[in-house]
């Protein structure tokens, strides 16, 4: 199992609550489907930006109490209805997914993160709020988790964003360790290739542990759930590792024995993390 952005969703978890599932679904659809727009298909960006627009369109008629349509934005506003649901999340989301459509490279490691701030965290708020537990600590924990889920997801998806004509690892980081596109393009594993993700790596790897405290303050089924995202990211992190780098051709994904290795070190993670941050 790879670890995609949307992916992270427990939807329909068995930890999940039941009383949530139906709210976490209709957030899920909205952000899948928004996020395929973006992707999927082979639409000119005009087009794939004017229906990223209609999805704005809908937040501005859900949060004037207007009736919507479609099934994705009726969930959303019955959501919003219910549990008083916050939409910045919601409109952030779009705005990353119509800078993919326009934005194909990132010069600088702060604007990455910028684009992280509204692709990834976003879905952490919501959860946090569907939980009443969106205190501003947990909410700046929880930014770090998602953001470094994100990174996490770029740096196994490298050939596949190549293809796309997209590259999210930082210019000046490439230009730094001597990577250029043609790395990229041809596939090519070297020193230089090596040394750069291993820094990405490493960088990731310390942005999910300076927040992974909060899966430990979180209660019952929510802090459990984040446990095992936390070392399902963690675990990505280390295959790629074990590929020595190469995820052209030995893409990470996560098997039957990774699952087990990650709910016994969700269960041991008080005293691994508390371990690891000393050691780091």
């Given at each position: 199992?790879?670890?995609?952005?949307?992916?992270?969703?427990?939807?329909?978890?068995?930890?999940?609550?039941?009383?949530?599932?139906?709210?976490?679904?209709?957030?899920?659809?909205?952000?899948?489907?928004?996020?395929?727009l973006?992707?999927?298909?082979?639409?000119?960006?005009?087009?794939?930006?004017?229906?990223?627009?209609?999805?704005?369109?809908?937040?501005?008629?859900?949060?004037?109490?207007?009736?919507v349509?479609?099934a994705?934005f009726?969930?959303?506003?019955?959501?919003r209805?219910?549990?008083g649901?916050?939409?910045?999340?919601?409109?952030?989301?779009?705005?990353?997914?119509?800078q993919?459509?326009v934005?194909?490279?990132?010069?600088?490691?702060?604007?990455?993160l910028?684009?992280?701030?509204?692709?990834?965290?976003?879905?952490?708020?919501?959860?946090?709020?569907?939980?009443?537990?969106?205190?501003?600590?947990?909410?700046?924990?929880?930014?770090?988790?998602?953001?470094?889920?994100?990174?996490?997801?770029?740096?196994?998806?490298?050939?596949?964003?190549?293809?796309?004509?997209?590259?999210?690892?930082?210019?000046?980081?490439?230009?730094?360790?001597?990577?250029?596109?043609?790395?990229?393009?041809?596939?090519?594993?070297?020193?230089?290739w090596?040394?750069?993700?291993?820094?990405?790596?490493?960088r990731a790897?310390?942005?999910?542990?300076?927040?992974?405290?909060?899966?430990?303050r979180?209660?019952g089924?929510?802090g459990?759930?984040?446990?095992?995202?936390?070392?399902?990211?963690?675990?990505?992190?280390?295959?790629i590792?074990?590929?020595?780098?190469?995820?052209?051709?030995?893409?990470?994904?996560l098997?039957?024995l990774?699952?087990?290795?990650?709910?016994?070190?969700?269960?041991?993670?008080?005293?691994?993390?508390?371990?690891?941050?000393?050691?780091?």
């Open positions: 199992m790879p670890v995609e952005h949307y992916e992270n969703f427990p939807v329909a978890s068995l930890l999940l609550p039941a009383r949530l599932r139906p709210a976490v679904e209709a957030i899920y659809a909205f952000a899948r489907s928004a996020d395929d973006a992707d999927e298909g082979n639409a000119p960006p005009g087009e794939r930006l004017a229906a990223l627009s209609r999805y704005e369109e809908a937040l501005d008629r859900i949060e004037a109490g207007d009736e349509e479609g994705v009726a969930n959303i506003a019955s959501v209805s219910q549990y649901l916050p939409l910045r999340p919601l409109r952030d989301l779009i705005s990353a997914f119509k993919d459509v934005t194909t490279r990132y010069a600088k490691l702060e604007e990455l910028d684009y992280c701030s509204r692709s990834a965290s976003p879905v952490g708020h919501l959860m946090l709020f569907l939980y009443g537990t969106d205190s501003p600590r947990n909410l700046e924990d929880s930014d770090a988790i998602c953001s470094a889920l994100q990174l996490i997801n770029f740096w196994q998806d490298v050939a596949i964003d190549w293809r796309k004509a997209r590259i999210y690892l930082p210019l000046s980081d490439m230009e730094r360790f001597g990577v250029t596109e043609a790395h990229l393009a041809e596939g090519i594993v070297d020193d230089a090596r040394k750069l993700m291993r820094f990405e790596v490493n790897r310390a942005m999910m542990l300076s927040g992974a405290s909060l899966a430990i979180l209660p089924r929510i459990w759930e984040l446990r095992l995202v936390v070392q399902g990211g963690l675990r990505i992190l280390e295959r590792e074990m590929a020595d780098y190469d995820v052209f051709r030995r893409r990470p994904v098997g039957p990774d699952w087990l290795c990650m709910a016994w070190r969700a269960l041991s993670m008080k005293i691994r993390l508390a371990r690891m941050v000393h050691v780091g």
